[in-house]
């Protein structure tokens, strides 16, 4: 029952969806305001049809309707309820009813929470949006039905949701990153909705600034779990592992990034407006091209297509129109929002132009080495795979003169500047933080590799350059009042970026690996840590059974004792490695139990990551940044005409 | 020339010699860090060659992995029913190595045709089988050892999960666990 009405709900959601387009559309050429204004009650009405069906297909899964395919092959029966509730994103069918549920939300939220906004711009916004949600409903109905059921299979338990995804990491991971994705939907439809209107001003940008950075900041934070869910539960100490899927998520953060510093540019100085309506364009593509692709399975391998035509076809078709559909609406229409001025050579104009630039070149090389494998295939010149140095490589040549510019752009003046002026402001900061990295690495006898000195002092530079700043704009106005949300956002962001940058420095360059065999009772000595195991035990949980084990980590005063397990899930007899960690803000200890090697002996996975911690630190800053940016006031009063 | 136009010309002139030195970088990364597949038959053939780094993959073969009882040095063979290649290793395998499943191994060929993987793949779930692997096999073959393949979510023929049973590795895992 519960499935069918979901089903009925989804129909009426498209049709509101389709009324969002049509009837203002309409609106708009026959300038009857009534029409136009009517958006809002069909935004409303496709918001409540669609969180109907979705909780319809919630209500299906906590019933464990296994009639349902959808629930059978993602659930079971004593899967705890809180994963059932994740499981409803866990495959393709359902992520998809996510999405165009979140695309409803935001969609709403721009029709209930922008009433200064320019009802002309307003209208266009939302309808774009509405073809959008329209385009996935019609998608979700034809091809990915997370509704269908089945009555060969009757006695059964359910099929389990995947045991890498029971996890509290992917409680919140997906949701925040589908967030993010469909956040960047908004920019999307006010770039649009800005071309399609061909009229140049510059409050839109002001309007559009806090969609961004609210997307933006769910996307950090979606990432930044992602990150950590992928170290503790993928077993093997990484944090990221240039996979398809990761790039997918790391591509529009990476445009939308660039897109938050164009818009501060558009807003204050009217300048680069046609190359942010791209960049807007360009984010919410990728997102579109990330979840599509990625969630259809298509990345892993162009032979999905053959094996649902279907769904392949109507993906390109879908990605075809609104991409180049609003590539060629950008071609057709630039010109029309172009302006013909140049900023000095040193200026904050150009320092942000520089900044976009390589973000958007980092974001195709990602690009690059993502669809490069796919493309060879499906030429059918081979097959082959693109590994992670190629984007290890690329990523500290690109970032280390990313760290320099973010170092000075920050204290480069409006307009115009002197290079020499900048670099006598920052003499302190450069020498200091020169010295206090260098300083720092030799006290604690690491090696001074190159490359690790020059990264490593790079991004101290950002982290000193950025208090600076702070402690100029307080000397400068005595009072905190010089201190807005969107400055405070910015320092803090600013400092969080430096923080992961460090992390990644030194994790990368100072963490060490070792696999043994190991007995229980068993001493071993690894990176001056002495770590002892000492014995284990089965256990018996609510959807599997497993050994768990427990190692002692002694150095000095310290001593830990922790559990890394071994379990097998009950359903797909799928074995899962559960790591431990001994973690302290300056270095993790990392445990993996790999197999049973003979009677006794286990062969175990050792990992000491000094700073790891810092990633997602710096990450979780970002994400505080981007909400101090968000709480700003001037995004919410009304313009004095 | 205008002052203005002069100023645009160096500013893409500026632009375009940096993603040119992105680009050469990005085409340097990349030749150094593509590793191309090959299936065991490929390799027999001697037609590969053994500096590069390469993936090969292919079946474990039932019976073939042999660990050194004193270090963690595992050594198995991969086939894909027409030729079969060694694979040694040292390390901790991933979870979903057994045998008979689909793996893909990356490292570099020796000179005496054998494979020295610096590491292995097997991934997601029980019911995966690397997409190149697949392809690889003949579709009678993996009919003839009804190897588990991927079938769309939606279909109902993927719904009655096929029941193993306990085998190779796991088995070990399995007596471990619930002794």
Known sequence: MMAELGVYALVWALLFSLLLVLVPVWGIYTKNATWMNAATTYVTGQLIFIGLAYGCLCGCFLQNDFTVVYVLANSSLHLPWFYKLCAVWGGHEGSMLLWVLILAFWTSAVAWASPHLDRDIRVRVLVVLGALSAGFIVFILMTSNPF??????????????NPLLQDIGFLFHPPMLY????????????????????????????????????????????????????????????????????????????????????????????????????????????????????????????????????????????????????????????????????????????????????????????????????????????????????????????????????????????????????????????????????????????????????????????????????RQRLLLSKTAKKINGAFLGMVIAHFGFSVTALGIIISNSYGIEDDLKMTPGEHTLFAGYDIQFLQEASIRGPNYHGTRSSFLITQGQHQATIYPEKRIYDVGKMPMTESAIDVNPVRDIYIAMGEPLDATAWSIRLYYKPFVRWIWAGGLMMFIGGCFGLS?????????? | MHPLRRRKLSVIIGILLLVALAAGLVLYALRQNISLFYTPSQIMAGSVPTLNAIRVGGVVVKGSIQRDPNSLDVQFKLTDYAQTVTIKYQGVLPDLFREEQGVIAQGTLQDDLSFQATQVLAKHDENYMPPEVKASLQPKLLEKVSLPTRLPPNSLADVPRPDHGIQGTRSVVAEKLTS
């Not at chain 1, 700003?632 to 005409?641: G, L, P």
């Open chain 1, 148 to 161: 269908v059921r089945q009555f060969v299979l009757t006695q059964t338990e359910g099929r389990d949701l």
């Open chain 1, 632 to 641: 700003d006031r001037r995004f919410y009063r009304k313009e004095a005409a």
């Open chain 1, 179 to 470: 967030m993010g994705y469909v956040g960047f939907a908004v920019a999307f439809a006010f770039a649009i909705a800005v071309l399609w209107l061909g009229r140049l001003e510059t409050k839109w940008a002001k309007s559009l600034r806090p969609w961004t950075m609210a997307a933006w900041c769910c996307l950090t934070l979606g990432i930044t779990l992602g990150s950590w869910w992928a170290y503790r539960e993928l077993g093997w100490g990484g944090w990221w592992f240039w996979d398809p899927v990761e790039n997918a998520s790391f591509m529009p953060w990476l445009v939308g990034t660039a897109l938050i510093h164009a818009l501060i540019l558009v807003e204050k100085r009217n300048q680069f407006v046609a190359w942010t309506l791209l960049l807007a364009i360009t984010g919410f593509s990728l997102s579109l091209v990330g979840t599509f692709l990625v969630r259809s399975g298509v990345l892993t391998s162009v032979h999905a297509f053959a094996v649902d035509p279907l769904r392949g076809l109507y993906i390109l078709m879908f990605l075809g129109v609104v991409i180049g559909g609003s590539l060629l609406l950008f071609a057709w229409r630039a010109q029309t929002v172009v302006q013909h001025r140049l900023p000095d050579w040193v200026s904050r104009e150009s320092a942000m132009l520089l900044n976009n630039i390589f973000l958007v070149v980092m974001m195709l090389t990602v690009l690059l080495g993502t669809v490069y494998p796919l493309v060879i295939d499906g030429l059918g010149l081979g097959k082959l795979s693109v590994g992670a140095p190629y984007f290890n490589q690329v990523f500290t040549a690109l970032s280390t003169p990313l760290l320099l510019l973010m170092a000075f752009g920050l204290h480069v003046n409006w307009q115009r500047d002197s290079f020499l002026g900048v670099l006598r402001k920052l003499g302190w900061v450069f020498g200091l933080g020169l010295l206090c990295p260098l300083l720092c690495l030799v006290s604690v006898h690491y090696p001074l590799y190159p490359m690790t000195c020059l990264g490593a002092v790079l991004a101290t530079w950002v982290m000193f350059s950025t208090l600076e700043k702070v």
